[in-house]
């Protein structure tokens, strides 16, 4: 499936330079025509050989221009942030309903209007990713630093 989602970067997405490289990224690890996948920053940091404000920037880019949607209410594998291509999901999803009559169906591109299909939360499961509940708290936030030990060196 990622393949597809891709694809559909390559050949449907405005976004540029970095922009770019991080939604193929993403779209690299698409499992499914959900057309959701986890990353870290860091990870992508890794993929792109971009810094990390320029990784944090790309995404917010994205975001805004509706390219890529973050999942709040989903975790991936080990708190990572859970991504979604809404046009890919959107054309997956034409592409599925128009074949299914007309294997030979010529798909045009989604439309603001052609809706995105809800989510399966038990597949997405399947993939590593959860809902994000309010019983697993953000290790970062309300905790106190480890205390220093003092290390005698004679």
């Known amino acids: 499936m990622s ?41 992508l940091m890794q993929r792109t050989n971009a810094s990390r404000n320029a990784v944090r920037s790309a995404l917010a880019t994205l975001v805004n221009s509706g390219e890529l949607q973050t999942l709040d209410t989903f975790i991936g594998p080990q708190r990572s942030t859970v991504y979604r291509l809404p046009g890919t999901s959107a054309q997956l999803a034409k592409a599925a309903a128009s074949t299914k009559d007309d294997p030979e169906a010529i798909v045009e591109p989604p439309t603001a209007s052609d809706p995105v299909p809800e989510l399966d939360g038990n597949r997405l499961r399947r993939h590593g990713i959860r809902p994000r509940d309010g019983s697993d708290p953000d290790p970062r936030k309300g905790q106190k630093p480890a205390p220093r030990t003092v290390v005698n060196r004679r």
């Open 3 to 43: 393949k597809d989602a891709r694809e559909w970067v390559w050949e449907h997405s405005s976004s540029r330079g970095t922009a770019r490289l991080v939604l193929l990224s993403i779209a690299d690890r698409v499992p499914d025509e959900q057309c959701v996948a986890w990353a870290s920053i860091a990870s």
